[in-house]
Nanobody
């Protein structure tokens, strides 16, 4: 099971940290991805951390978002800095049993477990 938290209303240029906490398995043994779905749009990949620590980011968030993992807390984080209105979306985390997909990290059908999502709204 995956549970996201940390979603909120934040002003443009602000920061937010999302958490994805797992139960029943260790996040360190899986690739964990963050995805988002904006109103009226398809869900898209945001970032991924492989079991060995390789990091991937969508071009739209590079330099602003940072993914990290705390194995002791069995949690993966998404630090969101300098947020923009276009970052408004429901954010989901997902777990892939395969440790590293490389350039295919954003393919949603490869992920085995999904959280319920957390709402992030960027607005003044």
């Amino acid at each position: 099971q995956l549970v996201e938290s940390g979603g909120a209303l934040v002003q443009p240029g602000g920061s937010l940290r999302l958490s994805c906490t797992a139960s029943g398995f260790s996040v360190g043994a899986y690739a964990i991805g963050w995805f988002r779905q904006a109103p009226g749009k398809e869900r898209e990949g945001v970032s991924c951390i492989s079991s060995s620590g390789f990091l991937k980011y969508a071009d739209s968030v590079k330099g602003r978002f940072t993914i990290s993992r705390d194995n002791a807390k069995n949690t993966v984080y998404l630090q969101m800095n300098n947020v923009r209105p276009e970052d408004t979306a429901v954010y989901y985390c997902a777990a892939d049993e395969y440790p590293y997909r490389g350039s295919n990290w954003y393919l949603q059908h490869l992920y085995d477990y999904w959280g319920q999502g957390t709402q992030v709204t960027v607005s003044s």
